[in-house]
């Protein structure tokens, strides 16, 4: 009954007998004696003694307190058992709590593992398909966390990808018509002249359709390789010169007053340097200067003005442009009811677009403009 737990004793009041308990179990019967000096000479209020007794060590704390209004002593002792007991009590707790902690992290990260594993083994899969040309199956990853962020960065670039492949298709589909027709003509009247016969009615008027086909064929594949030659300036630095934009429009415009007589031109501006490629630049201007002139019926304007960025606004009075056209507008071989080859206002957003500058067109009241942002 003493071993099995913590005891306390009021000396000299209260359990004197537990005391006399413990002196008996001294071999020699001086632990009252001990204990007695002891409470006599301690000066601290609380101080921890230990004592050996005939078979086992005891431990006890004396601390001086008051009881019924009278000094007194509390002594509290256990065994060297108990605490052993204690001990190994408190050890095979913590034992059990530190396996349960490890089973339970082992639980949890193998759940984890998985719920990274499996996704990037999605992600690998796709992106693997993808580098294999295999951009039509979707990739549907509903995470929150940074794998469905690149999930998504990955969805967005397939996307980007097959709506480009659709794109490659039908540039080549609309090449291959474009290129066709040109050639099936020159090799038709080259047959017929080497036959004896002139479709036109004679040599000089037969050979020069096959001129002036050749010369559209030539036309074409030089717009069509200006145009690569743009996307892939696309990913490179272009190369940046100062130059006066006013007097560059000035010198364009110039050139089409000739052949443009009927055209009344309004120009509004002002000497104006940007940075970027001078003669990238007469392409745009050039281009839509083309485009205006074959629309106009009688009034072409161009104004030109800084507010945040340069803005250009290049206007003429033809026919507004239907909406399904409008959103076509810049995709190469789009043709109006006057256009040439359908490649001169995609060339112009290229380079617009190189240029980080942005380009739209608007219908007015009466007639057409477009409109070039240019950042400083």
Not at 79 to 106: E, G, P, W
Not at 223 to 242: F, H
Not at 302 to 311: A, D, G, R, S
Not at 365 to 375: A, K, P, Q, R, T
Request: contains cysteine; neutral net charge; aromatic residues 10%.
């Amino acid at each position: 009954e003493l071993t099995s737990s913590v005891n306390n004793i009021i000396y000299p009041y209260k359990g004197i007998g537990m005391l006399r308990k413990l002196n008996d179990l001294d071999s020699s019967g001086e632990f009252l004696i001990n204990v007695e000096s002891e409470m006599k000479n301690q000066k601290d209020i609380s101080k921890r003694y230990e004592y050996k007794l005939s078979d086992s060590k005891l431990y006890y704390v004396i601390k001086k307190i008051s009881y019924d209004g009278e000094e007194a002593y509390l002594i509290s002792f256990m065994f060297d058992t108990y605490r052993n007991k204690l001990s190994q009590s408190l050890l095979n707790k913590l034992f059990i709590m530190a396996a349960i902690a490890v089973l339970i992290s082992l639980i949890v990260s193998l759940w984890f593992s998985k719920y990274l594993t499996e996704p990037l083994k999605i992600l690998e899969d796709r992106v693997g398909k993808i580098a294999k040309q295999d951009c039509y199956e979707p990739l549907n990853l509903d995470r929150q966390d940074e794998v469905g962020s690149l999930a998504k960065s990955i969805e967005d670039m397939r996307i980007q990808l097959v709506q480009r492949d659709k794109e490659q298709q039908n540039m080549l589909q609309q090449v291959s018509h474009e290129l066709k027709t040109p050639i099936m003509v020159i090799r038709s009247y080259a047959q017929a002249v080497y036959d004896g016969i002139y479709p036109k009615g004679n040599l000089k008027g037969s050979i020069q359709v096959i001129d002036e086909e050749a010369e559209r064929l030539e036309n074409k594949v030089k717009d069509l390789l200006y145009l690569s030659k743009l996307q892939y300036i696309r990913k490179k630095k272009i190369a940046v010169e100062e130059f006066n934009i006013y007097k560059l429009i000035l010198e364009i415009v110039d050139k089409f007053k000739v052949n443009n007589s009927h055209i009344q031109w309004e120009i509004k501006g002002k000497d104006i340097f940007i940075n970027g490629d001078r003669e990238q630049w007469r392409v745009v201007f050039e281009n839509i200067l083309d485009n205006a002139t074959r629309y106009a019926k009688s009034t072409i304007k161009l104004e030109m003005k800084i507010e945040e960025n340069l803005k250009l606004k290049i206007y003429n009075d033809g026919e507004k442009i239907n909406k399904e056209e409008m959103n076509n507008l810049f995709k190469p071989f789009n043709k109006g009811n006057n256009g040439k080859y359908g490649l001169g206002l995609s060339i112009v957003k290229e380079i617009v677009e190189i240029h980080k500058g942005e380009i739209f067109v608007n219908n007015k009241e009466e007639g057409v403009e477009f409109c070039i942002n240019i950042s400083n």
